[in-house]
């Protein structure tokens, strides 16, 4: 539970090796708690257990029955009168795609993530089990606690897998009636109308404008979802919640790809996206707005349209030079594309997917948005060549601002029952992907530091810049080596045939 220094994006480090930083740097440099208030009431908290903590108020809770607070203080807040303790977590156990990247048995470096250590630590606090109160638990990652035996390892009593909004009240009334529950409750699809309006604010101050997606990419589990859009009034009230109590005047809208604000299907609703744009920026008190994440064949197909929010709101100004979100570059192969997210390059076809990316990245360039990307490293049936066609599709794209990060395949949506994807799995053409992007975001980490520091006093940037270039330097020579040496280690030993087997 941080604002990560008003740096959302920085919570990925969460999913790094928790000996990557010692704890006692980490967090408090880059992963700080949230500001409290009345000895450890959170005054920020994940937009998730905002919008819970709201249906649970909306549904008759009392206000002194509900408290949202920091993890560290939750001690002072539990004892004989709690009946629940709710956690929400975004990767629990650590099996996110980004921690089963960098971190775990299967990962990169051995170890286990920031994120799953504090998880465990803190379910697991013998002084929250003396009581006797059902620790539930919910969240993004939910998932990963479905099967029971690590429900059991960790004493987690009931588990919320989905949207929440519906169920979780009545499920907290018949635990505090002491009635019978199952240990796993699956939510349901909410309706925009049923989704109540937040009473406090958020991490980074941000605010749902859309909910699910329905390109129906299979190893994502927010494109199978519907896509529905909250009506203007209610995310302007959420932004007044912000600013009202947030320490943040900067926006962040969320959607799965905000582009589709009140898309119709498929096309991008241009007037709808302006006009949310619009009418965030004149809220009294709003400094700034950026997006989660956007597509970037919705980027591709209205390509006039970052230029003209980037005017909305400033950017390109020497105290806004560029504003960054979360996108999907995913691999740049148009087979891998037919055969696992077809609805991604809508309107495009498959076979335009590299030309849709490069153009895409070329309109953020021009408008100031700076593609904070992923890419997945062993989809099944992913063969040598696709590997190679994402490696050309990076040097297609190393002039432009951005962040290319490899993620290994983990198995979700349709695609669950598939064998996920390991640094074990690894062969040379996947190690020099890795090479190209460590190349790709090394030559951008430092001009974006620079350019993101440009506000502060030349004393304090002068510091940081050189402290940046320092661990940039050290990590690149590490990491150059340790991946060339990979690379010379599973040269001719490993290769993929057609069908994606190794032998």
Request: proline share 7%.
């Amino acid at each position: 539970m941080s604002n990560y220094n008003n740096a959302l994006f920085s919570g990925f480090t969460a999913c790094g090796p928790k000996n990557l930083f010692k704890p006692f740097l980490y967090f408090r440099l880059i992963c700080p708690p949230v500001p409290t208030h009345n000895g450890g009431i959170a005054r920020n908290a994940p937009y998730g257990l905002r919008k819970i903590e709201a249906a649970l108020l909306d549904y008759g809770f009392d206000e002194n029955e509900v408290v949202v607070v920091a993890p560290d203080k939750i001690r002072k807040f539990v004892g004989s009168n709690t009946k629940i303790i709710g956690v929400s977590s975004n990767d629990p156990l650590g099996r996110g795609p980004a921690s089963t990247t960098f971190t775990g048995p299967s990962g990169l470096v051995p170890g286990e993530s920031y994120i799953a250590w504090k998880f465990r630590e803190l379910v697991t606090d013998p002084y929250l089990k003396k009581w006797g109160a059902k620790i539930v638990v919910g969240g993004p990652g939910a998932w990963q606690l479905e099967d029971p035996e690590p429900r059991r390892e960790l004493g987690i009593d009931v588990v919320v897998i989905g949207e929440g909004e519906n169920v979780v009240p009545p499920l907290f009334e018949k635990i505090i009636g002491g009635g019978d529950v199952p240990e796993v409750v699956y939510g349901d699809v909410v309706e925009v109308d049923e989704m109540p309006l937040i009473r406090n604010p958020t991490v980074c101050s941000l605010v749902e404008v859309a909910r699910g997606c329905g390109r129906g990419c299979k190893f994502c589990l927010p494109t199978l979802a519907r896509l529905r859009s909250r009506p203007l009034e209610h995310i302007l009230k959420e932004v007044e919640v912000n600013l009202k109590g947030g320490s943040r005047k900067w926006i962040t809208l969320h959607a799965e790809d905000i582009l589709r604000y009140k898309a119709r299907g498929i096309k991008v609703n241009r007037q709808a996206v302006v006009e949310l744009w619009e009418s965030v920026m004149k809220v009294d008190g709003v400094a700034g707005v950026g997006p989660s994440h956007f597509a970037l064949s919705s980027v591709a197909s209205e390509p006039t349209l970052l230029e003209e929010l980037s005017t909305i709101v400033g950017v390109g100004a020497k105290d806004k030079p560029w504003i960054a979100g979360q996108t999907g570059v995913e691999t740049g192969s148009p087979r891998i594309i037919s055969m696992h997210m077809h609805g991604k390059v809508l309107p495009f076809k498959p076979d335009e997917w590299p030309d849709v990316v490069e153009q895409a990245f070329g309109i953020c360039k021009d408008s100031n948005w700076v593609p904070c990307a992923t890419l997945i490293i062993g989809l099944p049936g992913e063969t040598e060549d696709d590997v190679v066609k994402t490696i050309e599709l990076l040097d297609r794209l190393k002039d432009y601002k951005s962040l290319i990060v490899p993620l290994f395949f983990v198995p979700l949506g349709t695609l669950k029952n598939e064998k996920g994807f390991g640094a074990q799995d690894m062969n040379e053409h996947h190690w020099e992907l890795m090479l190209a992007c460590w190349d790709h975001d090394v030559s951008w980490l430092v001009e974006l530091a620079r350019e993101y520091l440009h506000q502060m006093k030349w004393i304090a940037r002068a510091f940081i810049m050189g402290f940046v270039n320092f661990v940039v330097k050290k990590a690149d020579e590490r990491v150059r080596k340790i991946i060339h040496e990979k690379i010379e280690e599973t040269s001719g030993r490993t290769r993929l045939t057609t069908k994606g087997e190794i032998f």
